[in-house]
């Protein structure tokens, strides 16, 4: 090597302590396999619906008024049927859309009467914001299943499983994604849901609203039942485990390819 020669860096392979660190590092890359959440699918659109249905990851539905209204659904009972004749054999929650308690009650017997795989979906408080606890204690006992929805707080939980307590099979939908909304961390706050329904071994769980697909991972560290995911992050399974440089090449190229479409020039 002449004197003006610099030696090129050399690449240090891993230490026996860093390899180790890679290994189980590696070996704690989440696998969809692995997750005991089950997944419900959350939307209104038919086909989706129909397509989702043979997929053996999804393990239930669920649908509201305002992913109905945002596939232009008009008729709500006919989409429903069409819905749990295509579906018959996994849970499916619709909700009642009144203001009124003893309306929603009337609409949930109806709901209930369309399948035994129906789950009546009832808010935890009305627009007013007047307790539903009484309603859902009600129909719990006259063994219509239940997803208490819109829950947010901790105390709603706790109320909620007990209205529903003694009734049959039933769903308590915590929106954790709104919680996060808040600048709350969602995790411990699910965890102490987790904590509140152990006791009752018919109710279940259900982490709502999730933001991104970490949250079914999350759903599972904590002991969630059930996670609803919509068909936007359903959709970015397959990069669940994905090799992160390999990821990173591809995100240059979107750039790089975005850039040339546009006819960027400087």
Known sequence: ???????????????????????????????IADLKVKIFADGADTAGMLELSRNPLIKG?????????KEGITDY????????QAIPDRPISFEVFSDDFAEMERQARKIAGWGENVYVKI??????????????QDLAQAGVKLNVTALTALDQVRDASAALAGGPPAFVSVFAGRV?????DPVPHMAAA???????????????????????????????HII?????????LHLVGKNLHEY?????????????????TL
């Open 1 to 31: 090597m002449s004197d003006n020669e610099q030696p090129q860096a050399q690449f240090n392979p891993l230490t026996p302590e860093q390899l180790a660190w890679s290994k189980s590092v590696r070996s704690c890359v989440p696998r």
């Open 61 to 69: 539905f669920t649908t509201n008024p305002t992913l109905m209204l």
């Open 77 to 84: 009972q006919a989409f429903a049927l069409d819905i749990l």
């Open 123 to 136: 808010p935890v408080t009305n627009t007013l914001g007047e307790s539903s606890m009484k309603l859902v």
């Open 180 to 184: 996060a909304d808040t600048g709350r």
């Open 194 to 224: 987790v904590e509140l329904v152990r006791r009752y071994p018919d109710i279940e769980l259900i982490w709502a609203s999730p933001r991104e697909l970490l949250n079914i991972f999350q759903a599972d560290a904590v002991g969630c």
């Open 228 to 236: 609803t995911v919509t068909s936007d992050i359903l959709k970015k």
């Open 248 to 264: 990173s090449l591809e995100t240059v190229k979107m750039f790089h390819d975005d850039a040339a479409k546009a006819g960027y």
